[in-house]
């Protein structure tokens, strides 16, 4: 549910009740009835309640919820997140994690958090992405965002500009490739990705006149990544590179910090797009967006990058478990 102060009661009630195309089977929701169900009498929009219980298939037409909390909607406040609620969210990402470590949900699919949520209710994580890499144990994990016309992958995410160059090098841009590559083929269907690279300067530093990182790492990774048989060129100016991606040259972008990728991703995909968390021992997705605390509470959020996560999980848990096969969808998200 995310943060219960946040838009993600808000955005997950008017995605059920929406008529954009659903998964066969109804999500289950992990969060807190009372927040939902004050959510949708501020909404207007009201669905009969199912209590969903491990091992239970959902219930069509009908919000299947696994209520990890019980908080008091009298007292909050939208937009301004306390330790009680920040433990309720956390409880919430806890939960699902390991009822998909389980086998008992197909994949996660993450409504927005905040750090500083996080923080009030004692857990030091700077986002979901750590937390879920701690709680799985996942030795590497990297953000890409997908849409319909671009994905990228961010080699370096929230650092300052300045730290970039210094935290590049080439062994790990080699494991970011070769994670990415995995993961294109086992979620995401691709039997040969073709993965485009950027260079972190100018015009890929225009033969080392505006900087030496494409010629002493980049170019060294991507040189290395294609002797091991990836199908991979790079490094090509970050100002053309984009375009070629969305042209449909490229099925995935390697970034060298995060705005290089989130700019032109947030262009094509500002509504519809989807984080996934590549490296996991599970399938996780996640809205594009932050907790929106500045409209929590309005009614006024656009549920379409929920939807996409949902439609984007459901395709890789099905690719990752074999579903692709047999035509079918995973059971329960």
Known sequence: MGCPVGIGPEIILKYLHSTAAKPAAPPVIIGDAAVLAATGTALGLSLP????????????????????????????????????????????IDTGISLCLAGHLAALVTCPISKAALNLAGYRFPGHTEMLAARTGAKQVAMMLAGDRLRVVLATIHCPFREVASLLNQPALVDLVRLTDRALRTDFGLRAPRIGVAGLNPHGGEDAMFGREEIDIIAPAVQQCRELGLDISGPHPPDTIFYQAAAGRFDVVVCMYHDQGLIPFKLLHFADGVNVTLGLPIVRTSVDHGTAYDIAGRGSADFRSLQSAVTCAVRCAANRHGGNRSGTEPTQL
């Open 49 to 92: 309640l199912h209590l969903w219980h491990p091992g239970e298939p959902t219930v069509p037409d009908r919000l299947n919820l696994l209520g990890v909390s019980h908080l008091d909607p009298t007292t909050l406040i939208p937009g301004r997140p306390t330790q009680e609620t920040g433990t309720a969210m956390a409880v919430a």
